[in-house]
């Protein structure tokens, strides 16, 4: 595998190997699931968003996942013309949309979650379950401190 021995090289290790990771873990699982889906990474993360929360706003998903509004505010127009969210105006403040997944959009988000736990699982392969046990609580513990984190 091309540059492999670069894990070693950066002045960054652990971060390196998170990304390193992160991109063979879930690149094939996004460019199979537009192939078979039509679905692209900023829906994937809309519905990701409403699958674990009801009545959520565009502004509320910015804010969960960092992405900028134009990328959340395509993904939920898009989302919405395929029938796998529903928009509705806020009661209380007429400006804002309600938005919420559909039955179809609950499926095809559980769908290509099986494909990530099966990567996932295929990925932690290599360690023992005491090994994947500590990974996660190491991995929990970093990502719970994130909201302290400074720029």
Known sequence: ??????????????GYRIAFLTNFWREPILRQMEKDFGIIRPELTVLICLSFRDNLNARDICEITEQPSNTVSRGVASLERKGLLTRTRDAVDTRKQILNITADGQKVHDEIMERFKSAEARML?????????????ILDKIARDVANWKD
């Open 1 to 14: 595998m091309k540059l492999i021995d670069i894990l070693d090289a950066t002045p960054f290790p652990i």
């Open 125 to 137: 392969s290599s360690l023992t379950p005491i090994e994947t046990g500590r990974l996660h609580a």
